[in-house]
């Protein structure tokens, strides 16, 4: 989509390019709708600028109660959407037509690992989660490394030291381990066989497809990014 400079909060036009990766929903509550998942091209950092600042975490999660905690997440949110610059691969969960989730990595990392490297999930609406938005967007990333038949490692990121200790039991879950380490950044991988163990835990809980889609869609007009 052409866009005007007045339209652009960047002052110069772009155009939104978002892919219809893969569409994902609940099985115990298929009513709850799907979750669809756009992979992102460089093209789409001015729309993503724009939700990021949009994204009001004061009101989305008003439980969260230290600010702190609000910043590391916002800043985790930021270096994902930044991945499109490093060129790594970045999908975008969405749900209702609302941005709420992604993730950011490198499947071409070295002929062992994958890596991912910045993963957040958020709100919808006030005080409202999605349900399994963080596994549905993971399941891309395992996918990926199946298909290359590769570990997937990340490093967690040390400006979000609260972030760092909560996700380390998130990942824990999934299979992922610590590598020793003398640095300060807690490296973690899994192994290669995991993404088929991940994928049967995965596919309990909610069905999943690929849409196969080369047609890019206007994501300044498909998403509604005002939370």
Not at 8 to 17: I, M, T
């Amino acid at each position: 989509m052409k866009i005007s400079p007045q339209n652009n909060l960047y002052g110069s036009s772009c155009n939104f390019k978002g892919i219809p990766y893969a569409r994902a929903a609940l099985k115990t509550l298929p009513e709850y709708g799907d979750i669809v998942i756009y992979q992102l091209e460089k093209t789409d950092m001015p729309f993503l600028k724009k939700m990021i600042k949009n994204i009001n975490l004061e009101k989305l999660a008003p439980d969260v109660k230290n600010r702190e905690q609000r910043d590391e997440w916002k800043h985790i949110i930021k270096e994902a959407a930044a991945g499109l610059n490093r060129d790594e691969t970045v999908f975008l969960g969405t749900y209702k037509n609302k941005p709420c989730g992604i993730v950011s990595g490198i499947p071409y990392y070295n002929e062992e690992v994958s890596y991912l490297s910045y993963f957040a999930t958020w709100p919808y609406k006030a005080g409202e989660n999605v349900k399994c938005a963080g596994k549905m967007l993971l399941k891309n990333v395992f996918e990926q490394a199946k298909r290359d038949k590769k570990a997937i490692g990340l490093v967690m990121d040390s400006k979000a030291p609260k972030g760092r200790r909560n996700n380390k039991t998130f990942y824990h879950k999934l299979k992922f381990h610590d590598l020793n380490n003398p640095k300060v950044y807690l490296k973690i991988v899994t192994a290669k066989d995991i993404p088929n163990v991940i994928e049967k835990e995965f596919d309990s809980v909610f069905s999943y497809e690929l849409l196969n889609s080369t047609q890019d869609k206007d994501l300044g007009k498909i998403l509604d990014i005002n939370f």
